[in-house]
T-cell receptor, first 112, second 114 residues
Framework: GNSVTQMEGPVTLSEEAFLTINCTYT??????LFWYVQYPGEGLQLLLK?????DKGSNKGFEATYRKETTSFHLEKGSVQVSDSAVYFC???????????FGTGTRLQVTL | EAGVAQSPRYKIIEKRQSVAFWCNPI?????LYWYQQILGQGPKLLIQ????????DSQLPKDRFSAERLKGVDSTLKIQPAKLEDSAVYLC????????????FGQGTRLTVV
């Protein structure tokens, strides 16, 4: 079946530090890959996505590249801010199904 | 544009009691999803509707969970009777259709079963 594995948190960084959150996946066929973010007290929001191999999704300074050869979709940001503190979920959508399969989430805490 | 609305935000019940959650999707969205998010885990799909028809309910514990979307708009998820392991956040999401369109999530209902 389909599955997503994310690095465990929490991840604690100082402001302006470099962020990487690892995500690998197992899926049949060629899935679409997503990063969702959940800020405190809010619902899940789509952060970025990539629909085919070598695509790079980007938004709000975050980037992730769809790597088919390593089945990975790692999230990166060059300089995090306190406002980026949230829980980040990697997810995939495979085949004709529109449902999302999520990882367990990684909590990011950014301090001054 | 109004987002996905869910109520209540929080609910505490005793085991073996019943509970219902309500979701109003974004206007015009044909596809509606209910996800269960247990603490420390990612959301897991319980049921997916396309208009008022069920597309996928393979992960729904049908002996105690039920859901309906009678008029193809808002939806209700019910648990009867509740167990301790049902404590979770129940997320509703909607998308314009089943194709490659973005799913928008509500804030969720946090259920605690004691």
């Amino acid at each position: 079946g389909n599955s997503v594995t994310q690095m465990e948190g929490p991840v604690t960084l100082s402001e302006e530090a470099f962020l990487t959150i690892n995500c690998t996946y197992t899926a049949t066929g060629y899935p679409s890959l997503f990063w969702y973010v959940q800020y405190p007290g809010e619902g899940l929001q789509l952060l970025l996505k990539a629909t085919k191999a070598d695509d790079k999704g980007s938004n709000k300074g975050f980037e992730a590249t769809y790597r088919k050869e390593t089945t990975s979709f790692h999230l990166e940001k060059g300089s995090v801010q306190v406002s980026d503190s949230a829980v980040y979920f990697c997810a995939l959508r495979a085949g004709t199904a529109s449902k999302l399969t999520f990882g367990t989430g990684t909590r990011l805490q950014v301090t001054l | 544009e109004a987002g996905v609305a869910q109520s209540p935000r929080y609910k505490i019940i005793e085991k073996r009691q019943s509970v219902a959650f309500w979701c109003n999707p974004i206007s015009g969205h044909a596809t509606l999803y209910w996800y269960q998010q247990i603490l420390g885990q990612g959301p897991k799909l319980l049921i997916q509707f396309q208009n008022n028809g069920v597309v996928d309910d393979s992960q729904l514990p049908k002996d105690r969970f039920s859901a309906e979307r009678l008029k193809g708009v808002d939806s209700t998820l019910k648990i009867q009777p509740a167990k301790l392991e049902d404590s979770a956040v129940y997320l509703c999401a909607s998308s314009f259709d089943e194709a490659n369109t973005e799913a928008f999530f509500g804030q969720g209902t946090r259920l605690t079963v004691v």
